[in-house]
T-cell receptor, first 113, second 110 residues
Framework: GAVVSQHPSRVICKSGTSVKIECRSL??????MFWYRQFPKQSLMLMAT?????????EQGVEKDKFLINHASLTLSTLTVTSAHPEDSSFYIC?????????FGSGTRLTVV | DAKTTQPPSMDCAEGRAANLPCNHS???????VYWYRQIHSQGPQYIIH???NNETNEMASLIITEDRKSSTLILPHATLRDTAVYYC???????????FGQGTELSVKP
């Protein structure tokens, strides 16, 4: 079946540094990928839609200069959390759509200290 | 996209059927009903989807009412590993983003 691989699964970084999260579609091409954020005990919140070869579309209230998205190929999208702060600590999840439905990565637990 | 309403939590005895309801009274004709589940600290997992006919796969059955305003996900023989948050989502046939509601936290108990 369609697989989306997300890396790293866990990352701890110091406040003020940047962190890059990768999302790869392993056995299909994805012109569009989606990035979500999830805080404890809450549902997934869509942050942005990543479009191959063009700019990402951000949801209302999401800072595009803070959460940089690059979708340079049909199998890879990256999310960079710039100048991370403790309030950015969260579970970040990507997804892509092979034929029907959506396949999700296993998520990245970001902790900013 | 239409919104969905689900009970926040449910319990089910191991080995029994788990019936998870979802209301989507504003669903439009071209919108599908999707079900996903999320086990703690993992990415959501696809379960099943349907448009207007009932559907069944190896994981579950999906029953959609004739007016399509509600649906029920059925796990026929729940196991402890089915403990998760279950999300019911409606999405149009043209694709686009998936918007998650609060879901139902299902606890399967021995």
């Amino acid at each position: 079946g369609a697989v989306v691989s997300q890396h790293p699964s866990r990352v701890i970084c110091k406040s003020g540094t940047s962190v890059k999260i990768e999302c790869r579609s392993l056995d299909f091409q994805a012109t569009t990928m989606f990035w979500y954020r999830q805080f404890p005990k809450q549902s997934l919140m869509l942050m942005a839609t990543s479009n191959e070869g063009s700019k990402a579309t951000y949801e209302q209230g999401v800072e595009k200069d803070k959460f940089l998205i690059n979708h340079a190929s049909l199998t890879l999208s990256t999310l960079t959390v710039t100048s991370a702060h403790p309030e950015d600590s969260s579970f970040y999840i990507c997804s892509a759509s092979p034929t029907y439905g959506y396949t999700f990565g296993s998520g990245t637990r970001l902790t900013v200290v | 996209d239409a919104k969905t309403t689900q009970p926040p939590s449910m319990d089910c005895a191991e080995g029994r059927a788990a019936n998870l309801p979802c209301n989507h009274s504003t669903i439009s004709g071209n919108e599908y009903v999707y079900w996903y589940r999320q086990i703690h600290s993992q990415g959501p997992q696809y379960i099943i989807h349907g448009l207007k006919n009932n559907e069944t796969n190896e994981m579950a059955s999906l029953i959609i009412t004739e007016d399509r305003k509600s649906s029920t996900l059925i796990l026929p023989h729940a196991t402890l590993r089915d403990t998760a948050v279950y999300y019911c989502i409606v999405r149009d046939s043209q694709g686009g983003k998936l918007i998650f509601g609060q879901g139902t936290e299902l606890s399967v108990k021995p």
